[in-house]
């Protein structure tokens, strides 16, 4: 059994204050890991389960073909590792903006670090995601247009609820737009929400995107003694 609580990492960044903890839940009986930012969690391993949903649901047509994914947002690599459990997946692109957090994978902090950094399929880099779609760059820096097949976002905790305001944007007509022009024909959009479902929103993705909907992802959360549920949006072009 490890300590009960570690912080195996603490960084001051222009974000704030980010810190890595792993700690043992004595109601899971197994280790967890944490990323905080400031008094925010941003990540814990003892949820994930809308995580990996919404790459299941976004890659649940892509059929045989081999497909490039972008992954905005790292955090402890539960999406993207699921990314790679399809084996159409070409190639996967991980945009994070936190530097820091991208030196835990590489360096072995976080468990999931050792699959990415391992697959050749996989490249972490180290970039704002909303601002290189907002600079005109496309979300790959080497080749502005270049195309994707899926992009699947897991960064603010909701289209309402952002991490930092320069990221309002994005969930403008405007903003979905830039991203809409980086995937291919017949493309999807896959995003995460902590809120319940936001007509608002399903509105304005519906001027840029088609087959657009909402799925409600259920999960037990043993803490409280009740199911818990997040947000998956998904959107074709």
Known sequence: MSARLEELDWRSTP??????????????DAEVYEIKLDDDFLMSSMFTAAEIEMVRLALADTGEREIDVVVGGL???????TVLEYSQVRSLAVIEAVGEVVEWHQSGLIPAGATLTSDDRCR????????????????DPADSARRFHAVVVDIDHSPRHVLHPSHADFYTSAGLGRLAACLHEGGIFSL???????DEFIEVLATVF?????EVVRFDNPLQDHDATNTVYLARV
């Not at 955090?75 to 590792?81: E, S, V």
């Not at 088609?210 to 909402?214: H, I, T």
Request: cysteine-free.
């Open 124 to 139: 972490l880099v180290h970039g704002d995601f909303f601002a290189l779609l907002r600079d005109g760059g496309g979300l």
């Open 75 to 81: 955090g402890l690599g539960y999406t993207a590792q």
């Open 192 to 198: 995460w929400s902590n809120d319940p479902p936001d």
């Open 15 to 28: 974000w704030g204050e980010i810190s890595l903890r792993r700690r043992w839940d004595p109601v899971f």
């Open 210 to 214: 088609r087959d657009v909907r909402a």
